[in-house]
């Protein structure tokens, strides 16, 4: 099963997308959208997320950020706490995690505490010796420096024996995440998250940057009406937008409510940063064109991560908070660096993964690949390309002497930390949301761990068929793509999670030429009998050989910027036989 080309075939039978056009907008409410001035095919858009009016489309296009933080659960507690630390001088650590989200709440944190006179000191686990999260051995470390506060960001909500240990030591806990509780929370001073049963803020989906950047909010409003110290000198709020975009996309926040505000807002900061770090990573990236949030998640995302994932993620942080323009560019050619690195350890770790992938996929509900030799921070990633060839929730773990740690990823269909949850008597630690999470077993009970998710994925899955089904938001003509349906279509955008690029369909259409370009891509010609139409087919080359005349095609409307001119292109999602 080493062989490629087998172990495409085998790829490709299990993920052959079937397409599912979503149902059409009601004509009444159509006609609402028609008499309010909407394009059809926008409405229609828009109704197949959730927008069922024009009223409710203002509030998607023009989204209020929620004006008053204090609305979180445990706000003025954690506010009070922190303006007697700065007061009195007391010690304030920061603990973040080493993803994108976790180490811009990191800095945005550090940042705004300094900039009202705090001392403070960021602490960031090391993701290979340390593992995710705060552990005892951490605590005690704070605690021999003296320190009396601990502020955790994007993380820290299943923390209870090291919030109970706090308790015990005299030091106290502000907990903020948004990952979901478990059970009890823990018993930490706060516990400011906006997932908490007894939350009444209006929008619970905020990132981890997210719900920092209210806790920021809190404590500079605060401070403007009754100020803290007399030589602070207060970070603007505008000022921490650039880092609350950054976390919030990287993390794959939904792009709705609130943050959809803070995304827009934030863009525009990004792209006018003043940030020397990011300023440089741009520049270092290559990046073309004004920052978007594709950039985010295809370009920037992944070289910040990148330190976390094979070495420390403070190199990240440092990026993000220093006002040196030689350490900027220092730093931001070590995160270059840092991501080649990643990109070659990544697609060794997917060779060692096949062989155990192959031989579950045809039966399995369930990919389960241990391996010595698969880098812990590779692990996320490996599960990830997993399940997108064989649509199967999967799991990657670095076995090691005593304890192993693994990564998982889902597939919509199943939620793989309420799954860990029902396995939490084997584990160590372990969280995260519906389709992502990491956890900590003992090596010796591996194996167990395994049979029982397998257990409870065939119980859940059995009698699912496990098929990707991409959805469409409408059928249309070719004839339909315009410069004018693209301005409209911008409208839409920040696209991201849970607001997809709006993606078409089109039937029997003319295949009038194809070529591969950059070896892994498919350039195509397509007609509607009257115009032709340039289009791309990303990772598609394969399919160059046996394409038809005549094809059903799913699509997204993109510009492509070549040499300074813009021209409209077909963005393929799939291709198949006309009629197939």
Request: net charge negative; proline share 6%; aromatic share 6%.
């Amino acid at each position: 099963m080493h062989n490629p080309s087998v172990r495409k075939a085998v790829a490709l039978a299990l993920t052959n997308k079937k397409w599912q056009v979503a149902p059409p907008i009601p004509d009444n409410v159509l006609h609402e959208f028609r008499e309010a001035g909407f394009h059809p095919l926008i409405a229609q858009i828009l109704y197949n997320r959730g927008v069922g009016s024009p009223q409710e489309a203002e509030a998607f296009f023009h989204p209020s950020e929620e004006p008053n933080p204090f609305r979180l659960p445990d706000m003025h507690e954690a506010v009070t706490r922190l303006r007697e630390a700065i007061r009195k001088g007391e010690l304030i650590i920061v603990c973040g995690d080493y993803d994108v989200d976790g180490v811009t709440a990191t800095a945005l944190m550090c940042e705004t505490l300094a900039s009202l006179g705090a001392r403070v000191q960021p602490y960031i686990p090391n993701r290979v010796s340390e593992g995710y999260g705060l552990s005892m051995a951490a605590m005690r470390q704070f605690a021999e420096q003296g320190c009396r506060l601990i502020l955790t960001v994007d993380s820290g909500i299943r923390a209870n024996p090291e919030a109970e240990w706090a308790r015990e030591h005299g030091i106290d806990m502000i907990i903020t995440d948004h990952h979901s509780p478990r059970g009890e929370l823990p018993r930490a001073l706060a516990v400011v998250n906006p997932k908490r049963d007894d939350s009444r803020y209006p929008f619970p989906d905020l990132s981890g940057v997210g719900v920092a950047y209210k806790l920021a909010q809190g404590l500079l409003r605060s401070h403007s009406q009754v100020p803290i110290r007399a030589d602070a000198r207060p970070v603007r709020e505008s000022d921490l937008l650039d880092l609350v975009v950054l976390g919030t996309v990287a993390d794959l926040a939904p792009l709705r409510g609130e943050n959809r505000a803070l995304v827009v807002r934030g863009m525009d900061a990004l792209r006018n940063t003043r940030r020397p770090g990011l300023k440089e990573l741009i520049v270092t990236s290559a990046l073309r064109g004004p920052v978007s949030v594709g950039h985010i998640s295809y370009i920037l995302g992944p070289r910040l991560n990148a330190a976390g994932r094979l070495y420390t993620a403070m190199d990240s942080y440092r990026l993000l908070t220093t006002r040196s323009q030689e350490e900027a560019k220092e730093l931001a050619r070590r995160l270059e660096d840092c991501n080649r690195e990643r990109q070659c350890l990544t697609t060794e770790a997917i060779e060692r993964a096949y062989p155990q992938a192959y031989e579950q996929a045809a039966s399995a509900a369930l990919l389960f690949v241990a391996d010595r030799d698969i880098p812990e921070g590779i692990a996320g990633l490996v599960a990830t390309r997993l399940v997108e060839e064989f649509y199967r929730p999967s799991v990657v773990v670095q076995i090691s002497d005593g304890v192993s740690r693994g990564s998982a990823r889902s597939i919509p269909e199943w939620n793989i930390t309420a799954a860990l949850d029902r396995c939490s008597h084997l584990l160590v630690r372990h969280g995260g949301h519906a389709a992502a999470a990491g956890f900590e077993v003992e090596t010796e009970r591996l194996g167990i761990l395994r049979e029982e998710l397998l257990r409870i994925a065939h119980a859940d899955l059995e009698a699912k068929a496990l098929t990707p089904t991409l959805v469409v938001d409408a059928e249309v003509p070719l004839r339909d793509m315009t410069w004018a349906l693209q301005r409209e279509l911008a409208c839409l955008e920040p696209f991201g999670y849970d607001n997809p690029t709006p993606v078409f369909l089109c039937r029997n259409v003319l295949v009038r030429d194809s070529r591969i370009v950059g070896e892994k891509h498919l350039r195509l010609w397509l007609s509607d009998g009257v115009a032709v139409w340039d289009a791309i087919a990303f990772k598609q080359a394969d399919r160059a050989s046996g394409l038809p005349h005549r094809v059903d095609v799913a699509f997204s409307l993109e510009v492509n910027t070549w040499n300074g001119q813009d021209r409209l292109q077909l963005h393929v999602r799939e291709i198949w036989p006309a009629g197939g």
